[in-house]
């Protein structure tokens, strides 16, 4: 198959589960139904249903899957490790201690604060970096891949004790609410955190694919790139920037969906090969179809409760994980 | 097993101390350790009877155990609510050190921990599952369903080292424990928001050692005791199987048979102390490596030494969780992470090896 016909089977694949994900809910529309009230022939109900829940729920759930598909891909990259991922390195962990704190310090919920959510998750995403970063630092051997994987792992476990200790704290209603957020949800989104999350992705993924070759060098052996000119440490800070700019806002607006950036990217580079000026866009065609149809079955499933997307995502991302570690063999 | 050549070349170097003496040697100062660890354990017992949200004089503590009043408040509280929760606590403790310290020898994996391997998280899925489905449970139902569940999350991690070409490295085992202890807490989480009982289930997971009454320790202690026991007879060739499966062989141990008792007993441990107190991490990594680091590689020293360190860190620990809040308490199980996640970090740090 080319890229081409690969490329189309992937969109097709996407329209579909999007299409899936519009009709499937509380109040189900048909196909005819959907057809009608996106031209603007349906009732004042289901025009509600589509335009103030589903849509923006949708796109939500593409640009999150996208996100983190792609900072998982960047973390791969900069770690040359096939295993790394914005939630086993427990980035997503930190984005949501602090996002935590800040559900628990606000008082009304107002739309203001929706776009002040992802600048809360940077503030937790990047310490956590910074603390990878000490602890996985080896004076001769600069970062140690495999430290970094421990590390995140400890910062991970570290911070969900934390979060354990403060869901003693809350009462019923607001820990219900934030555990939901934290199993990774997407059903109670509007348009603002679409237009919360949207900023981030528009400017970080033009600017790498601008700079797609710089990411394939960083690929390569540390003699090899520095040979070619690449100052490799400068671009791995940045590059590391960047994913933790992408995954923090898509914890802040749907909580942690863990391996989304460790399947999505894997499937990408066996689909359509190693270099990044394509894994890119397929990274974030892909991701965010899967956690659209995550959300969708998460919708399905059950008539009154949902299933958080995250939950679902890591019921299928898990075993694939899982099928990584017993072939890689590095 | 490098203390085990270094001991060996010691024998040989040093022709006037005879194997013996330094085995003589070795018994000694583990008697000195087990007699100054229970002499620390029931200290550590009495000051966490005494302290709480309520103070306790020492005395009082002392007389009702000894003489037990009834008309005494104080009394009342250390008989009905103190004591079945420090002991509680301390069978937690030896539970999970233990299976700890099994596991690591089995599987000669510094890293091993019910909470990393994901027996915690099996045992969580099924008293979740119990919670919801079975409400009229009995807790010794429960304290099986949570050891059948131990060993579906470990059978689940131990299926990973056996598929992949290069066996379970001790990277490979952490993440595999990470991969399916999410997978099993996402389907506890998925099947605990449906019934809407999560926050239950969320304190389960915190660790907590509250509620806990006489009749759940009758009911658990005589299956703590039994493997405790199992483990202890098979801790000789347990050894044996840390230093290498051929010497173990040509040693006339039965691989399988060991192996399956020693997975059996650690499985019973882990699980009925999750039954007790939730799901607590990393008390399996902690005791074990203290002991060893005092007591070398033997297994007959280290299994019971690990129990009686074990007790006294949960023991501890709950003490803390019940009193830096009081009269709130903190769940135990983060207390312990406090101290456990440096030291892991410390633990992978020394680790080289690749996946």
């Known amino acids: 198959m080319t890229l081409r016909w690969k490329f189309i089977v992937v969109a097709i694949i996407l329209l579909l589960g999007c299409i899936f994900s519009l009709s499937t809910g509380q109040s189900s529309l048909s196909l005819q139904q959907l057809w009608h009230t996106l031209l603007g022939d349906g009732t004042s109900r289901q025009e509600l249903v589509l335009f103030q829940f589903r849509i923006p729920r949708m796109i939500l759930a593409f640009l999150v899957g996208g996100a983190l598909a792609i900072a998982g891909m960047l973390l791969q990259a900069i770690s040359r490790n096939a295993l790394a991922d914005p939630g086993i390195l427990g980035i997503n962990a930190g984005a949501g201690l602090t996002m935590m704190l800040f559900l628990l310090l606000q008082n009304s919920s107002t739309s203001v604060h929706t776009y002040v959510q992802p600048l809360y998750a940077l503030m937790g995403g990047f310490i956590v970096v910074a603390l990878l970063f000490l602890l996985s630092y080896d004076r001769n051997d600069g970062i140690v891949p495999i430290r970094l994987i421990y590390t995140g792992v400890a910062i991970a476990a570290a911070i969900s004790a934390f979060m354990i200790v403060l869901t003693y704290i809350l009462d019923p209603s607001q820990y219900q609410m934030i555990k939901v957020w934290l199993a990774g949800n997407i059903g109670n989104s509007n348009w603002s955190h679409v237009y919360a999350m949207l900023p981030w992705l528009i400017i970080i993924v033009p600017l790498l694919i601008r700079n797609h070759l710089l990411l394939d060098v960083l690929k390569l052996n540390d003699p090899i790139s520095i040979s070619i000119g690449a100052s490799v440490n400068k671009y791995r ?64 499933v059950v008539a009154n409760t949902e299933i958080p997307a995250g939950v679902i995502v890591a019921l299928i991302g898990a075993p694939y994980f899982l099928y990584l570690l017993i072939k890689s063999d590095h | 097993m490098a203390s085990n050549v270094h001991k060996s070349s010691l024998c040989r170097s040093h022709s006037e101390n005879s194997p013996e003496t330094i085995k003589g040697a070795k018994k000694l100062s583990f008697f000195l350790l087990v007699i100054l660890l229970l002499l620390l354990l029931i200290g550590v017992l009495v000051l966490a009877m005494a302290l709480g ?81 079975i409400p009229t449970l009995t807790f010794t139902g429960s304290l099986w369903l949570c050891i059948i569940g131990a060993a579906l999350g470990a059978g689940l991690v131990f299926s990973v080292g056996l598929l992949s070409k290069r066996g379970l490295t001790p990277i490979r085992l952490v993440l595999a424990g990470v991969a399916i202890s999410s997978m099993l807490t996402a389907l506890s989480e998925g099947i605990s928001i449906f019934f809407s009982v999560s926050q239950q289930v969320a304190f389960w997971y915190g660790g907590g050692l509250s509620g806990i009454g006489i009749v759940h320790l009758q009911q658990m202690l005589p299956w703590m005791l039994l ?24 040693l006339g141990v039965n691989i399988k048979l060991i192996k399956s008792l020693s997975l059996l007993s650690a499985f019973m441990l882990a699980g009925i102390s999750c039954a007790l107190a939730g799901s607590v991490s990393f008390i399996g990594l902690l005791a074990p490596h203290l002991v060893r680091y005092l007591v070398g590689v033997d297994y007959r020293f280290i299994i019971p030494l690990s129990a009686i360190l074990g007790a006294i860190i949960v023991v501890l620990a709950d003490l803390v969780a019940r009193i830096v809040n009081a009269p709130y308490e903190i769940p135990v199980g983060a207390v312990i992470a406090v101290i456990g996640i440096p030291f892991f970090l410390f633990l992978a740090r020394k680790e080289r090896r690749g996946l």
């Open chain 1, 237 to 300: 800070v940045w590059f590391l920037i960047c994913s933790v700019l992408l995954a923090a806002p898509a914890v802040a607006v749907s909580g942690s969906i863990g391996f989304v950036g460790l399947v999505v990217p894997h499937l990408v580079r066996q689909l359509f090969g190693r270099a990044h000026k394509l894994t890119i866009p397929a990274c974030l065609l892909v991701g965010g179809g899967l956690v659209v149809i995550a959300d969708a079955l998460g919708k399905m």
């Open chain 2, 227 to 250: 493997a405790l026991l199992l483990s202890i007879t098979i801790s000789k060739s347990i050894t044996l199987l840390y230093v290498g499966e051929e010497t173990a062989t040509g």
């Open chain 2, 53 to 133: 949200a309520k103070k306790i004089p020492f005395s009082d503590v002392f007389l009702s155990i000894f003489s037990f009043d009834e008309a005494v408040t104080n009394h009342q509280v250390i008989q009905s609510i103190r004591l079945p929760r420090v002991l509680a606590a301390m069978a937690t403790g030896a539970g999970f050190a233990v299976s700890g310290a099994i596991i690591q020898g089995i599987s000669r994996n510094p890293l091993a921990d019910s909470g990393i391997l994901g027996l915690n998280a099996g045992a969580g899925v099924m008293l979740v599952i119990a919670m919801i489905f």
